[in-house]
């Protein structure tokens, strides 16, 4: 299974590093922020799959992020835990009613936070989201992030499993590289459209011995598509 990416939002280094060491142990990749301004120029760079976020933050609190995010379209449906010492019931009730889906009281146990990770992470995905996918002879299942063609398993990377993923949730639509930028690497990724390129050709070459390359197309002018048809 590919890695998840955990974005933690908390100003002390020392709380920074014990998280960061229990989330690597786990399997997870951790990125760092330190305050709410430079965890939105993180969400920009790319969209994690969970944010970790401290309720006392210098300048903008953390609450005050977790609604910000909640109200966005493009952070709407990401899972965020709240950090915090305020353990009184308003306290958690404001969390929640803020969109929080968890909340933990300082002091706690790394192994009680990935614990909790794990449950919000297996919350958040729609079942019909991890379902595995069939198209003619080749299968996704993006539970075990394993695709493969008659039964035979495919070897591909993160970046190229994302885009076969999207293309066969959305197949017969045009979408153009600064699309599939944005539906696949993140809103306001910082990456050439040219980059979209490569990876298409990385993920036919994955796809050509058994002849499944032929489902992403290219469409002169308009961008690429996913298709049984010739």
């Keep these: ?14 709380i920074r590093e014990m998280v ?3 989330l690597s142990r786990a399997g997870f990749c951790m990125v760092e922020a330190g305050d709410a301004n430079e965890a939105h120029t993180r969400l920009a760079e790319r969209l994690p799959d969970l944010v ?15 609604r910000r995010l909640k109200r966005e379209e493009y952070t709407a449906e990401l899972p ?6 305020r353990g009184e019931e308003d306290d958690k009730v404001g969390a929640l009613e803020a969109g929080v889906d968890d909340y933990i009281t300082k002091p706690f146990s790394p192994r009680e936070l ?12 729609p ?31 993160p970046t190229e ?22 539906r696949v690497w993140g809103r306001n990724t910082y990456v050439e459209e040219r980059t979209v390129d490569v990876h298409i050709l990385r993920l036919r070459k994955v796809l050509a011995p058994s002849g499944c390359d032929r489902f992403v197309q290219t ?12």
């Excluded at 499993?161 to 944005?182: I, N």
């Design 127 to 157: 079942e019909e989201q991890s379902r595995p996918i069939t198209v003619d002879t080749l299968t996704l299942d993006p539970s075990s992030h394993r695709v493969t063609v008659d039964g035979a398993a495919l070897e591909m990377g």
């Design 1 to 14: 299974m590919t890695e998840k990416t955990i974005l933690l939002v908390e100003d002390e280094p020392a």
């Design 219 to 230: 469409v002169r002018g308009a961008g690429y598509r996913f298709s049984l048809q010739a």
């Design 80 to 85: 965020i835990i709240m950090l915090t010492a």
């Design 114 to 125: 990935v614990a909790r990770i794990k449950a919000v992470l297996r919350r958040s995905i």
């Design 52 to 66: 970790v976020v401290d309720w006392m933050l210098p300048g903008t609190s953390g609450i005050d992020l977790a």
């Design 20 to 22: 960061g060491f229990a």
């Design 161 to 182: 499993f994302r885009l076969l993923h999207f293309f066969m949730t959305h197949p017969e639509r045009v979408y153009s590289r600064s699309q599939l930028l944005d």
